[in-house]
């Protein structure tokens, strides 16, 4: 089928195509999520329930890291004094399959930054669609990137610290399964999706949406929500708190220097 010129497209021909896009992303999860099942016991039990163990990596690096800062025994986690309950007939069942289609999602993800790019191309001019490749691999690379961030750093800091505080010793901590789940969902996916702003900062850059001067001018203001949002899912305690937010603030410096080159490069064309 010969290509379609861009202006000669109709509005219900771009429909077309992105109700295409949506089925073909959605069999690849499906596909990647089915995978998945022939693992599902060390998904579970290594990968979604190992932030629950003193043992897991993140903690014991931790621990050796406050020994070498002279921070003794002040960050190191010697327990977790909490269990995780399923509360619900079907609690584990639908558990199994969201664990599964999350996996799912991220094992697709660069088929689906594929399908994303082959939908935008038509607007793009003829040398910018010959970096596809470098499209999918530099937003892969950060995706992924985000997602380790999440699973490494969010979600131990944050179970580490709703693990140890308490109101008081009466109260015992007994986790949901859904909450758990929840939080290790929103923290990976949400952490993956923060991690490509520098992408989607160079795409608004060249749609004229934003400007280096704009992202300088409300810098402020996301140091401070990155400091608040770091402050929330960690312990009380200035190395935890610098681990999370130095990658995104990092992140948000990047956007910004990738937003004056292509202001540059658009000036300049």
């Given at each position: 089928?010969?290509?379609?010129?861009?202006?000669?497209?109709?509005?219900?021909?771009?429909?077309?195509?992105?109700?295409?896009?949506?089925?073909r992303?959605?069999?690849?999860?499906?596909?990647?999520?089915?995978?998945?099942?022939?693992?599902?016991?060390?998904?579970?039990?290594?990968?979604?329930?190992?932030?629950?163990?003193?043992?897991?990596?993140?903690?014991?690096?931790?621990?050796?890291?406050?020994?070498?800062?002279?921070?003794?025994?002040?960050?190191?986690?010697?327990?977790?004094?909490?269990?995780?309950?399923?509360?619900?007939?079907?609690?584990?069942?639908?558990?199994?399959?969201?664990?599964?289609?999350?996996?799912?999602?991220?094992?697709?993800?660069?088929?689906?930054?594929?399908?994303?790019?082959?939908?935008?191309?038509?607007?793009?001019?003829?040398?910018?669609?010959?970096?596809?490749?470098?499209?999918?691999?530099?937003s892969?690379?950060?995706?992924?990137?985000?997602?380790?961030?999440?699973?490494?750093?969010?979600?131990?800091?944050?179970?580490?610290?709703?693990?140890?505080?308490?109101?008081?010793s009466?109260?015992?901590?007994?986790?949901?399964?859904?909450?758990?789940?929840?939080?290790?969902?929103?923290?990976?996916i949400?952490?993956?999706?923060?991690?490509?702003?520098?992408?989607?900062?160079?795409?608004?850059?060249?749609?004229?949406?934003?400007?280096?001067?704009?992202?300088?001018?409300?810098?402020?203001?996301?140091?401070?929500?990155?400091?608040?949002?770091?402050?929330?899912?960690?312990?009380?305690?200035?190395?935890?708190?610098?681990?999370?937010?130095l990658?995104?603030?990092?992140?948000?410096?990047?956007?910004?220097?990738?937003?004056?080159?292509?202001?540059?490069?658009e000036?300049?064309?």
């Open positions: 089928m010969a290509k379609k010129n861009l202006n000669e497209m109709s509005f219900l021909d771009h429909l077309e195509d992105l109700r295409w896009l949506l089925v992303s959605t069999i690849a999860i499906i596909i990647m999520a089915i995978l998945t099942y022939f693992i599902s016991d060390y998904l579970f039990d290594t990968i979604i329930f190992g932030p629950t163990r003193p043992s897991f990596f993140t903690y014991t690096y931790m621990c050796e890291l406050s020994h070498q800062i002279g921070f003794a025994e002040s960050i190191c986690v010697t327990e977790m004094p909490f269990i995780i309950q399923n509360t619900e007939m079907e609690g584990q069942v639908n558990v199994f399959i969201w664990i599964c289609l999350l996996a799912g999602f991220i094992l697709a993800f660069p088929f689906i930054l594929w399908e994303i790019w082959k939908f935008i191309s038509p607007a793009l001019y003829d040398n910018e669609k010959k970096n596809a490749k470098v499209f999918i691999f530099f892969s690379l950060l995706f992924f990137l985000g997602v380790l961030f999440g699973y490494f750093i969010v979600i131990p800091m944050s179970v580490n610290f709703v693990a140890t505080f308490t109101v008081s009466v109260v015992l901590n007994q986790f949901t399964l859904d909450s758990y789940i929840g939080m290790v969902k929103t923290s990976v949400a952490s993956g999706l923060f991690f490509e702003m520098p992408i989607i900062i160079y795409f608004l850059t060249k749609l004229g949406l934003v400007n280096p001067k704009f992202l300088r001018d409300y810098r402020k203001y996301a140091i401070v929500l990155v400091l608040i949002i770091a402050a929330i899912v960690t312990p009380p305690d200035v190395v935890s708190q610098t681990i999370v937010a990658p995104m603030l990092l992140i948000y410096e990047a956007s910004i220097f990738l937003s004056v080159l292509v202001h540059k490069k000036n300049q064309s």
